[in-house]
């Protein structure tokens, strides 16, 4: 079945610097990849997402890059501020042959820390 | 539009007992999938109801179980607890039709936190 890989597992940053978590899928005809934000005690909150269709996708200082070929998806955040800090999470729906699913398939997540 | 509701937010049972948590999704949300969060497993998939029918199931033993209503509220039910239950466990609804190739967008409830003791 589908596996997701989420690498770093920790990630310390300036504030004002840039931040990158990577993650890698197994299953090629995967086609939906969103990222989600978790705060001490709070419910994952989505924060973008992508389709197998598009190459990159941004929203303020947050971008999402896939690369279908080598299954790679990345988030990037730049201008990291104090309230980015959080764990982030990345996820894939694996294909579902027998018509849509909303399964995800998620990262062990990436506990980011901005630095003030 | 309220977001996703869950109850209830905390509680706590006892090895063997069976418990029935609640998901109200966003109105309009046709689909609810349930997770369960664990610090050493993370995020892992139970299942995902839509129209009252199971349309999919994570690989966890049948002591787990959900059910779907037609007003798209959904529950899930736990028997015979085990200490390995302990778990957020969280509900997250999508507009989603049936027949699409593609995923919607799921959004989180609060969850609730199950303590197993």
């Known amino acids: 079945g589908e596996n997701v890989e989420q690498h770093p597992s920790t990630l310390s940053v300036q504030e004002g610097d840039s931040a990158v978590i990577k993650c890698t899928y197994s299953?090629?005809?995967?086609?939906?990849f969103p990222w989600y934000k978790q705060e001490l005690g709070k419910r994952p909150q989505l924060i973008i997402d992508?389709?197998?269709?598009?190459g990159e996708k941004k929203d303020q200082r947050i971008a999402v890059t896939l690369n279908k070929t080598a299954k790679h998806f990345s988030l990037h955040i730049t201008e990291t501020q104090p309230e980015d800090s959080a764990v982030y999470f990345c996820a894939a729906t694996p294909p579902s042959y027998g018509g849509a699913t909303n399964k995800l398939i998620f990262g062990t997540g990436t506990l980011l820390a901005v630095q003030p | 539009k309220a977001g996703v509701t869950q109850t209830p937010r905390y509680l706590i049972k006892t090895r063997g007992q069976q418990v029935t948590l609640s998901c109200s999704p966003i109105s309009g949300h046709r689909s609810v999938s349930w997770y369960q969060q664990t610090p050493g497993q993370g995020l892992q998939f139970l299942f995902e109801?839509?129209?009252?029918?199971?349309?999919n199931k994570g690989n966890f033993p049948g002591r787990f179980s959900g059910r779907q209503f037609s007003n798209s509220r959904s529950e899930m039910n736990v028997s015979t607890l085990e200490l390995g239950d302990s778990a957020l466990y969280l509900c997250?609804?999508?507009?989603?039709?049936?027949?699409?190739?593609?995923?919607?967008?799921?959004?989180f409830g609060p969850g609730t936190r199950l303590t197993v003791t």
């Open positions: 997250a609804s999508s507009l989603t039709t049936s027949g699409r190739a593609f995923s919607y967008e799921q959004y």
């Open positions: 109801y839509f129209s009252e029918t199971q349309r």
């Open positions: 299953d090629s005809a995967s086609n939906y």
């Open positions: 992508i389709r197998s269709n598009v």
